[in-house]
């Protein structure tokens, strides 16, 4: 059973930066592709970035392109998502998703496992 732990939210200043961490389990996941979404107040869930497990490949919602980063780390199952030069638009619950497969998937309906998420607020 795959399993999605996020963990870093909290609450920072405009401009100021988090990392948040998705926790992998369940499954060997150099075959898939693991995401990052978003859903503030009112809204629907929003893709925010995704990565290819297996060759690193990336790709970035405009809105974030140039202030986040994901990375993984192998060796322990871990996704990240450094995020810099906050803003106020950026609070939300931020969730992580995983689904097998090595392209870059930016729906929601794509991906089989998330997480319960992780809240992020930023105040102006």
């Known amino acids: 059973q795959v399993q999605l732990v996020e963990s870093g939210g909290g609450l920072v200043q405009a401009g100021g930066s988090l990392r948040l961490s998705c926790l992998a389990s369940?499954?060997?996941?150099?075959?898939?592709?693991m995401g990052w979404f978003r859903q503030a107040p009112g809204k629907e869930r929003e893709f925010v970035v995704a990565i290819s497990w297996s060759d690193g490949s990336t790709a970035y919602a405009d809105s974030v392109k140039g202030r986040f980063t994901i990375s993984r780390d192998s060796a322990k199952n871990t996704v990240y998502l450094q995020m810099n030069s906050l803003k106020p638009e950026d609070t939300a619950v931020y969730y992580c998703?995983?689904?097998?497969?090595?392209?870059?998937?930016?729906?929601?309906?794509?991906?089989?496992?998330w997480g319960r998420g992780t809240q992020v607020t930023v105040s102006s």
């Open positions: 369940g499954r060997t996941f150099s075959s898939y592709t």
């Open positions: 998703a995983a689904r097998s497969g090595s392209s870059i998937y930016y729906f929601i309906r794509q991906y089989d496992y």
